[in-house]
């Protein structure tokens, strides 16, 4: 069973889209480079750079650092729990986008 306060960690890990974006990037366990997310995602390498800090926090992320670039990759110790949670987030996440779309 995961404890009340990681489940709440990974909750909220997951809430914020860029997270969510960048994660599900990582998600198909290769490594990422921050540079790589930047360009993927559009945002500041001080901003990526936090929102990895949030996911490896969240447990969800290890990192290894290559020269002066930091890759990331799932964390492969990730709880099988937590496993399904993020793939059924990651999952519906494309119709969640379109009707969102569709309010807008």
Known sequence: MIP???LEDLLAALSEPTRLAALQVIWDGQEHCVCE?????GASQSRM???????KTAGLLTDRRDAQWVRYRRNPDIPQAWVAIIDAVL??????????????
Do not use: T
């Open 49 to 55: 750079s936090r929102h990895m800090a949030r996911l």
């Open 37 to 41: 997310l930047m360009d993927r995602l």
């Open 4 to 6: 009340r306060s990681s």
């Open 91 to 104: 999952a519906a996440r494309p119709a969640v986008i379109a009707a969102q779309m569709k309010v807008a």
